[in-house]
């Protein structure tokens, strides 16, 4: 065991948190494209925006120019509830890895959510509560989202309804149950409690759901009752900023002991918790302050970034929702059953797309099966259950500090341990008896999903 | 929102945390009763208990004299790696209960584990290790004491055989899973590997199994195999010894804010938490230092404290352990199926027995279904998800905090938050769906099993 003065986990003081986030935008100077109204292809305005989201959401959607945003005072009582998440420097991994590589990961698994998904459920419950409305709507596919949001509505005493997609709310009862703990209606989707619900069970009867299809759902309950707004859980230039109390925190907790990092590394499905991971870093990158690799990890069922093109797409396979430039695979890709649920997103983030596409980012994507090997190593090392989700980053970072190894570089790397993986032991299951698979799209199943997508001028 | 000086969560830095266990025996003037061999029925001397467990924890168990032992260096190592845990100000809580109570609570349940479980793993799978054995075996019920122990023997490289109750592994196959993700071996007890297990199929063929029956399985099959030691998850002194880290963190991060408890409240199954965190409290009483209530809480389903007898008895229902003076049911009590898995043993720590016993503490059960309207009320006001085992104390510190709303006291209660419920989502939703009942033993019930104890002189 290593006998050095920084500290197993370094955890911020009080006084220490964030008091604003921090909105990368602000100090790009090639900006994220605009959404646009599907139908007139023009930029989204507030107003049109404003029937979907909270109002206070739409303006921190559209802001590009603020750098710094303050949190409100009530949001920061919660966040200390169970933040600052600690930066855990994992010396048992450095040990066993037998690499000269100092590893640091920044651990958001320790609440109820299971995972960073609070960040941003409490922002935006709060508003949606400062703005007077009754609920929010939203879908959860794996769960970590809808458990987080119904965390956030209880502490606000908001309604909240969600739309789980069927096969999942089937397969993790305990995760359904969790968000009824917290006094949350959950709905399998598709339900006959919407139009687009009854439209689909009729056109497809035996039909587990999809996210696409829940978030139709939930749009629509939200446009269709009163004094209820939409809310969602990554993708969103909203989210990413909320979720840069990540990366404050790690900068801040890394400051402290003046480390500075050389390779951050986060695993990306919409990108909420990479794009928080990196915020302070990239601004500094953006600044011309500093230098940092920083690599995006996704699923190879699901490459987004490393095999999507960089194109306007629908955010939704129901098409309801504003185009988004990103990159995708085309709102039409279904990628395989992988069990990173939360990875499973045709695209990306528009802020990320861009920063990825001016190539201030890099991207690499792993297969499922090295995922959890990674995974159980981790596990049995530094004791942390990761998510599957998380594992992504685990992999990588762990390949990063083994050609550090071979070349005797002692370079600092810091990862996102986005989530704990209790509701994920059916994916470790297949996992130990041998039955877990990777399934990886053909060059003819991204071209044909490719020929889908909407043609914008 | 309050806006004290105390801050949501006291941390302690890595240099606060205990370099030593603290050995309540050691400042009791009657000591506890020594554990008697079934056989002789005298003192289980040192060799007689060298044959089950490590010779090391032999002599803690023993060792009613040395007041500090030292936490050796690689133990204090892998406690960095997941303590200090918090001790949170319950600021949410209070507001929502109006009290002028002061709340707080020791959360054990930050580690994969999901409890204080593994405080005590370490030390026993480090003492096997130092031993050169090359494995241990275990029972669990619930699975988070072989959870606990799983992780502790993967990160010593040691064997783990665990025995889990039949009707857990077929019910909580995630745990099971757990288990495995950390390398361990799980046998459903009972099985056919063993002679008791074969002799308990064959009588009663259909059998789920019994915790009496997986300790039994366990033993043999430690005292069978060459280089392997049995170990135990609680009742034990020497566990209290080594769950002492817990008391001894929150007496440190109080004495920090020079906060001093008026009331200090635990659940109480086989006594591993709640001695661990009075330790150093009842430490100070026994040398007449300063005053505390301490309140131990038991279901009323399975209530060893608050009905049963103080007399030698059977550890376990196979009757093949060494007899305890305790607080005892009878070890052929058969509690009700009451979720909190982990509080139903049929007697109690013979330490915390005598101590009760003297009147140092006080006792007090609650019903199952009054107990999880107190977990589902936490979970949404403080945002953590508590295990069932937990919401007994929970239970009782609202209760006391509600007594000081109607006197106005402004009362400073501590109580312990042993672990999570994240694999209990069956019992909420059994509570949700107002399917719970309490089945609390009839006095006809309790005497029928207190008429079969054992007879000692």
Redesign the interface.
């Known amino acids: 065991?290593k006998t050095e003065k920084i500290?197993?986990?370094i955890?911020l003081?009080?006084s220490e948190m964030p008091k604003s986030w921090y909105n990368m935008r602000a100090d790009m100077k090639k900006k994220p494209a605009p959404l646009l109204n599907p139908a007139t292809k023009e930029p989204m305005k507030a107003e049109e925006l404003g029937a979907v989201f909270c109002d206070e959401l739409v303006a921190q959607e559209l802001d590009d120019k603020t750098p710094y945003i303050e949190i409100p005072?009530?949001i920061r009582?919660f966040y200390?509830?169970?933040r600052p998440s600690p930066l855990?420097r994992a010396?048992?991994l450095e040990e066993k890895l037998g690499t000269p590589a100092k590893i640091y990961y920044k651990f958001e698994g320790?609440?109820?959510s299971?995972s960073h998904k609070l960040n941003s459920a409490i922002a935006q419950a709060y508003y949606a509560k400062k703005q007077g409305l009754k609920g929010v709507t939203t879908e959860t596919g794996a769960g970590q989202w809808g458990t987080a949001l119904s965390?956030a509505c209880?502490?606000f005493g908001l309604d909240c309804k969600v739309f789980m997609v069927k096969c999942s709310y089937e397969q993790k009862?305990?995760r359904r149950?969790?968000m009824?703990?917290?006094?949350a209606s959950v709905t399998p989707s598709p339900s006959e409690t919407t139009n687009v619900g009854r439209k689909i069970l009729a056109e497809h009867p035996g039909t587990t759901g999809s996210l696409g299809c829940a978030i139709s759902e939930a749009v629509e309950v939200a446009v269709g009752s009163d004094g209820y707004r939409y809310v969602l859980g990554s993708v969103l230039n909203q989210v990413l900023l909320h979720q840069s109390v990540i990366g404050l925190e790690t900068k801040a907790a890394l400051d402290k002991y003046s480390i500075k990092p050389d390779i951050i590394i986060g695993c990306a499905g919409g990108g909420s918790n990479l794009g928080g991971l990196i915020s302070p870093f990239m601004g500094e990158k953006l600044r011309g302050e500093a230098d940092y690799r920083i690599i995006a990890v996704e699923p190879a069922s699901c490459p987004s970034l490393t095999r999507g093109v960089y194109a306007y797409d629908f955010c939704d396979t129901g098409m309801v929702c504003p185009l988004a430039k990103m990159y995708t695979l085309g709102s039409d890709f279904i990628p395989s059953a992988n069990h990173a649920g939360g990875l499973r997103y045709h695209g990306m983030s528009s802020t990320l797309s861009e920063l990825y596409d001016q190539g201030l980012m890099e991207a690499t994507s792993v297969k499922q099966t090295d995922v959890f090997e990674a995974a159980?190593y981790f596990?049995?090392?530094?004791?942390?259950?990761p998510a599957p989700e998380s594992s992504h980053a685990i992999r990588v970072a762990i390949d990063e500090a083994l050609k550090c190894k071979e070349t005797g570089e002692e370079k600092t790397i810091v990862f996102g341990l986005t989530g704990?993986g209790?509701?994920d032991?059916?994916a470790?299951?297949k996992f130990?008896d041998g039955e877990m698979s990777d399934t990886i799209p053909t060059d003819e199943e991204l071209a044909a999903a490719r020929a889908k997508l909407p043609k914008i001028d």
């Open positions: 065991m500290p197993y986990k955890y003081e009080e005072e009530e009582n200390k509830m169970y855990v010396y048992c320790n609440n109820t299971g965390m209880s502490y009862p305990f149950e969790v009824r703990t917290y006094g159980e596990a049995r090392v530094e004791g942390i259950l704990t209790y509701f032991m059916v470790y299951e130990h």
